[in-house]
């Protein structure tokens, strides 16, 4: 969950959100060490009357600076590629849920049950329980196991929606027609928060995203009273 004046991103949630933020911290490092070499000669260059002969014509300078930042990019790209296909690897799910995207509402299907599914609307500020956050809590949770490979197929019945939780690394665009699909493992027991990414329409902020990552004993025990229920 995030905090008021945070800087960077919550806490992982999930192994693929640990590896975003691992090739985060790799590549603001590289950042910060060409913004501090930039800058240096910068300020070399303009407090210094001095000139160097061998730095107006130089063949290996000329190398460097020529290879120096290929290297630098290539050190960029092959940890950015592995990522791409980490988030589009799906390998023998444990479970499937159908995530829809309406104005201005979620509705979930688990298509492993036979009849499992709900919609879930933003609880109002006045019915908020005490605990609960603004804008960001639902009446009806997506409860999924800890540790279980998750595949979440996204799409929308009205216009573009995005399903986004930071804390699983997770965002996929809801394309009315379309179907796209990714995974998630829940690392660990919690509640986290989303909100829909897409410009909607007038409510578009008003159509959050929570999933409760809970053991899988209790995950079977709410499965089936939920089934008891409908």
């Known amino acids: 969950m995030a905090h008021p004046s945070q800087l960077g991103f919550q806490d992982a949630a999930s192994p693929l959100m640990e590896e975003l933020l691992h090739f985060h911290d790799h590549a603001l490092m590289i950042v910060l060490l060409i913004s501090t070499l930039v800058l240096y000669i910068i300020i070399a260059m303009v407090s210094t009357k001095l000139t160097n002969k061998f730095i107006l014509d130089s063949q290996e300078i000329e190398i460097i600076w020529t290879v120096l930042p290929a290297v630098i990019l290539i050190l960029i790209a092959l940890p950015s ?5 980490l988030m589009d690897e799906i390998n023998d799910p444990h479970l499937t849920i159908k995530a829809m995207g309406h104005q201005w509402y979620w509705s979930y299907e688990y298509t492993d049950y036979e009849d499992l599914g709900f919609d879930s609307y933003m609880v109002h500020t006045q019915d908020l329980a005490p605990g609960q956050f603004r804008l960001l809590e639902a009446d009806h949770r997506m409860v999924v196991p ?3 490979p998750v595949r979440i197929l996204v799409s929308a019945e009205d216009v ?3 399903w986004t939780v930071p804390a699983l690394g997770m965002k996929m665009d809801a394309v009315p027609g379309r ?13 986290f928060y989303g909100q829909c990414s897409e410009i909607c329409g007038a409510n578009h902020s008003f159509m959050p995203i929570v999933v409760e990552a809970v053991p899988l004993e209790h995950f079977e025990n709410w499965s089936s009273l939920v089934l008891e229920d409908a």
């Open 81 to 85: 590629l592995r990522i791409l296909y």
């Open 146 to 148: 800890v540790e279980s």
């Open 160 to 162: 573009l929606h995005s």
């Open 179 to 191: 179907l796209n699909q990714t995974t998630f493992i829940a690392s660990r027991p919690g509640v």
